[in-house]
């Protein structure tokens, strides 16, 4: 059994053959703190299509690449984990939270963010991301969290006065 399938055990229980069997019947999965050992397949995520909430944090996933199956995601948090590429989350287009937090190490650009416009809270503190323009269109931002990046406080200063109902934390 793989690591994430242990995860998925423990989380779902005695519900477990179940929900393999029936993937569509689940909406949410918390895996936060699951997984202490280092993961790196997380195919078997794909397989819950209905899926509109994912906790991996903590986990020390870094491939994310199977999530791009979940379009009907809304919430995903991924703090402290190892992701350096988001791409895998450009297609999703109902994402309302997105937190990476924390991280193990860093992503470098928001640019497949840039059509995700339901996006409403982004978590993206202490990451190496130099600009803000590619969420620039992103207008029910709500919360953006940059603390301890790149980002030069000019951007960051443009970016608040075009979104006056974004709560900024720099």
Request: aromatic content about 8%.
């Amino acid at each position: 059994m793989k690591k994430i399938e242990q995860a998925l055990l423990k989380f779902f229980g005695e519900k477990y053959e179940s929900y393999m069997l029936n993937p569509l019947t689940v909406k949410n999965i918390d895996l936060e703190d699951t997984l202490y050992e280092e993961v790196t397949d997380i195919g078997v995520l794909s397989i819950f299509s209905e899926l509109t909430y994912l906790n991996i944090s903590g986990t020390g996933i870094g491939n994310i690449t199977p999530l791009k199956k979940l379009k009907k995601l809304q919430i995903l948090y991924a703090d402290f984990c190892k992701i350096t590429d988001i791409e895998p989350l450009a297609e999703l287009y109902e994402l309302r939270e997105l937190d990476l937090s924390a991280p193990l190490d860093s992503i470098t650009t928001i640019e497949p963010l840039r059509d995700l416009k339901n996006l409403e809270k982004l978590y993206i503190p202490d990451h190496q991301i130099q600009t803000l323009k590619p969420i620039l269109n992103l207008n029910k931002l709500q919360i953006l969290s940059v603390s301890r990046t790149d980002i030069p406080i000019d951007e960051i200063k443009e970016f608040k006065l075009l979104h006056p109902n974004c709560e900024v934390w720099y």
